[in-house]
């Protein structure tokens, strides 16, 4: 068994290495921004003066989920919320660029607070929990303890798989509904990265499993997704596909779309099977040439929102659509990069001015302002949110880095 899925492995990273070969070039030869570099230098700063202003605010074994301009109250959660990775993440991203030592020291608290959640099988989160923090950590200062600790998050994530269904269960619910969300699909990273690591190819084909599943009941003719699909956990039938924060079951929820595009692009670099990369580059398309998206390239919390053009703008949608068309970029035709690299700047380049980014010392610490988290729900309308940071940082990061191997 170890044999054949080191054999497997091997295959694999031949495979991307080929690939990485034929498509690297794109960053060579495009004309970055300086202007904009020097933005985002300036922002990484800033960033972390903020950030530094949100850590003294937070209690010791709380983690950020947002802050409330109006009032000047924040909302914390405790480790398990799915959150819970951003802020230790973009800790990590901030110090890569600033080298502050109090940042990275901060991070590696509030890791510490973090660990326990290896052991959670009670969500499908822990990609973004463990992975954007753990994940981070590791690639700046790789040590054996963070190996261990994303290895058994990876375990934990994989017991949510269900082979009948194909597809980790995101929500736990009553026994007849097996829900999956589209977000799921940024979890798939961890599994990769596990199978690198131990030589175990069962969190590959885990993780390839799940988006074929996806691909084929998640979206729509036109490339958009819903965002549940309700399976029926002894056969794998469809159920039910819905909506959660979105408008309406049939309406694109940006973030969605956005988790679709990052999930996809991921699933390319890790395989290099063609079939994900024109996943990636139908919904880039679906995006792209919506007639809803604004000239500033910041769309609306919902593509079909009620009251277009009045309709709140999500800024963490924006953020993951930046990141995801950077890395995008890399795997494309010349026409097609330099495409997705225009959006990337103009979401970067709007998500820096004043409209979205927080003046310092303001908005609690967070970076960008005009998050919506869930409107049908209620909760984080119009307000910062800490994955709005982690992928607006990550996003300048990877523009800055251009070129480089992901």
Not at 57 to 62: F, R, T, Y
Not at 115 to 128: Q, S, Y
């Amino acid at each position: 068994m170890i044999r054949t899925s080191l054999l497997f492995i091997l295959a694999v990273s031949s495979a991307a290495i080929l690939s990485f070969s034929c498509t690297a070039q794109n960053k060579l030869s495009y004309k970055k921004d300086k202007a904009l570099i020097k933005t985002f230098d300036q922002n990484f700063k800033d960033a972390g003066e903020q950030y530094k202003l949100l850590a003294k605010n937070l209690p010791a074994d709380m983690f950020p989920k947002t802050y409330f301009p109006a009032t000047g109250k924040y909302e914390f959660s405790k480790s398990e919320w799915w959150c819970s990775g951003f802020y230790p993440g973009t800790l990590l991203y901030i110090y890569e660029q600033t080298k502050d030592q109090a940042l990275y020291n901060e991070a590696v608290r509030i890791l510490s607070v973090l660990e326990k959640e290896k052991h959670n099988t009670t969500t499908h989160d822990l990609g973004f929990m463990m992975y954007c923090s753990f994940g981070n950590a590791n690639r700046i200062a790789a040590k054996p303890e963070y190996k261990e600790i994303l290895l058994t998050s990876a375990k934990s994530l994989a017991s949510r798989f269900n082979p009948k269904v194909g597809c980790i269960k995101s929500w736990d619910s009553k026994a007849s509904d097996y829900l999956v969300i589209i977000d799921n699909m940024m979890n798939l990273e961890l599994l990769f990265w596990a199978t690198r690591v131990s030589g175990d190819s069962s969190f590959y084909k885990i993780a390839v499993t799940h988006a074929n599943t996806t691909i084929k009941n998640h979206f729509r003719p036109d490339y958009s997704s819903y965002h549940v699909v309700n399976y029926n956990a002894e056969t794998g039938a469809v159920q039910k596909k819905r909506t959660a924060q979105g408008a309406a079951d049939e309406s694109a929820w940006a973030r969605g779309q956005a988790w679709g595009l990052y999930g996809f692009t991921v699933m390319f670099r890790e395989t290099k099977d063609p079939v994900y990369l024109n996943q990636a580059k139908h919904i880039a398309s679906f995006i792209l040439n919506n007639p809803t998206l604004p000239g500033d390239k910041i769309p609306y919390w919902d593509f079909n929102a009620p009251g277009i053009p009045n309709a709140l703008r999500d800024a963490s949608a924006a953020s993951i659509m930046a990141s995801a068309f950077i890395e995008l970029s890399y795997y494309v035709d010349k026409k097609d990069a330099v495409l997705y690299l225009k959006t990337a700047e103009a979401m970067l380049r709007s998500l820096s001015t004043p409209a979205y980014k927080a003046a310092l010392g303001t908005n609690g610490g967070f970076l960008l302002q005009h998050g919506v988290g869930s409107l049908p729900g209620k909760t984080e309308i119009d307000v910062p949110l800490t994955y709005g940071d982690y992928y607006y940082i990550e996003a300048m990061e990877r523009y800055k880095n251009l070129g480089k191997q992901f």
